[in-house]
């Protein structure tokens, strides 16, 4: 079965720290550019981070650009989103996506499949 699943959301305290996971199955992860999107109550969906691979490339959003990392582990078929420097404005429900292009401009586009999506929650 074809599908992204993600995993690690969760609870944390303003400046803590979370990794998200997105294991794929019935492909091969790096064969695609994977997105993490996220999306507030009462907001419009963000495309937060991006990455391609052969060559490794890598997009953030200005919210997220240095306190996110996004990464790879092709043995495990997974894309990780660490996530340093939490705000309470991060909070949101997070989706990984497959996408069929990157751009350095806009990261990730023409999605074609989503996660259930994670949520992520920063409060004191």
């Known amino acids: 079965q074809v599908q992204l699943v993600e995993s690690g959301g969760g609870l944390v305290q303003p400046g803590g720290s979370l990794r998200l996971s997105c294991a794929a199955s019935g492909f091969t992860l790096d064969t695609y550019p994977i997105g993490w999107f996220r999306q507030a109550p009462g907001k419009e969906r963000e495309g937060i981070s991006c990455i391609s691979f052969s060559p490794e490339l890598t997009y953030y959003a200005d919210s997220v650009k240095g306190r996110f990392t996004i990464s790879g582990d092709n043995a495990k078929n997974t894309v990780y989103l660490q996530m340093n420097a939490l705000k309470p404005e991060d909070t949101a429900v997070y989706y990984c996506?497959?996408?069929?292009?990157?751009?350095?401009?806009?990261?990730?586009?023409?999605?074609?499949?989503w996660g259930q999506g994670t949520q992520v929650t920063v409060s004191s």
């Open positions: 996506a497959r996408a069929t292009g990157y751009s350095d401009y806009r990261g990730c586009y023409s999605t074609d499949l």
